[in-house]
């Protein structure tokens, strides 16, 4: 139990949001959202789709799941995807079935993907649920002993994404919310206090008007 979970029997129902995490490589996404994720059975991470190879230490369907170029297309062209991009010469995308049957079930859905998806989910009926959080590395130099500590990527992959961070930071404006990930402890006490205000907004409190009639006995 977090923090803010109250008894379901003063729950309403609600709409469910999506719930935005972007950054550059190495700010430190994955590692908040797997933590968020850990506390927090309301919300549900969307798996994406990538043409890149796994790293080491990835399963397919919990990370991501990994499909070659053709079968990306293939996502593509049958509308499978609700967004996507092409980042660091390899392709994204976020499979459209799972979100919407989380959100129709009120439940919320974290994305990690980057500023042209964002930007790409902003576009749809569902703009209204997104809520977008960029996340900053306390300094550029930080970025790049996170990226090359966290040895996953070769030094070529790793000065590519350091070229790219200055283009991905350039976006920080098209977000709600901005949160430099000093310390990862202080910057998860944030997110979830976004998570927990966004929630209570009274246009997802589906039962509202109900519960408030029931309690004055209208
Ligand atoms: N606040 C922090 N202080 C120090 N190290 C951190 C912090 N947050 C994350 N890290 C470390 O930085 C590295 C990069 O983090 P992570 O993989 O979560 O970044 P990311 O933004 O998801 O990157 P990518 O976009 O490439 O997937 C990891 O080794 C992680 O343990
Ligand atoms: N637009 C999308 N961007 C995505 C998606 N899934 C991940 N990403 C972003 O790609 C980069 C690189 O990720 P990595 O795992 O290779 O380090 C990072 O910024 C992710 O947020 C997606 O479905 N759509």
């Not at 994955?30 to 080491?56: C, E, F, H, Q, Y």
């Not at 550029?140 to 590519?160: F, G, H, M, N, Q």
Request: charge should be negative.
């Amino acid at each position: 139990m977090t923090e803010f979970t109250r008894p379901a029997a003063h729950t309403p129902p609600r709409r469910g949001l999506m719930f935005v995490l972007s950054s550059p490589s190495g700010a430190g996404k994955t590692t908040l959202s797997r933590r968020l994720l850990k506390n927090d059975p309301a919300i549900t991470l969307s798996v994406s789709a990538t043409t890149r190879p796994p790293r080491k230490g990835e399963t397919e369907g919990d990370d991501y799941y990994f499909v070659s170029p053709e079968r990306f297309a293939e996502m593509v062209a049958g509308d499978e995807l609700l967004e996507w991009a092409t980042v660091f010469g390899n392709r994204y995308g976020t499979p459209r079935a799972p979100v919407e049957v989380a959100l129709h079930a009120g439940r919320d859905v974290l994305f990690d993907i980057d500023w042209q998806g964002t930007q790409q989910l902003q576009q749809t009926d569902a703009a209204s649920d997104l809520v977008r959080v960029f996340i900053l590395p306390p300094d550029l130099k930080e970025l790049e002993r996170r990226l090359t500590t966290r040895a996953t990527d070769p030094a070529d992959v790793i000065a590519s994404r350091m070229a790219r961070a200055r283009d991905e930071i350039s976006h920080w404006g098209e977000y709600d919310y901005i949160l430099i990930n000093d310390d990862a402890d202080a910057c998860l006490v944030e997110i979830r206090a976004i998570l927990h205000a966004e929630r209570l907004r009274r246009k997802r409190q589906l039962g509202l008007a109900a519960f408030v009639r029931t309690m004055l006995g209208d």
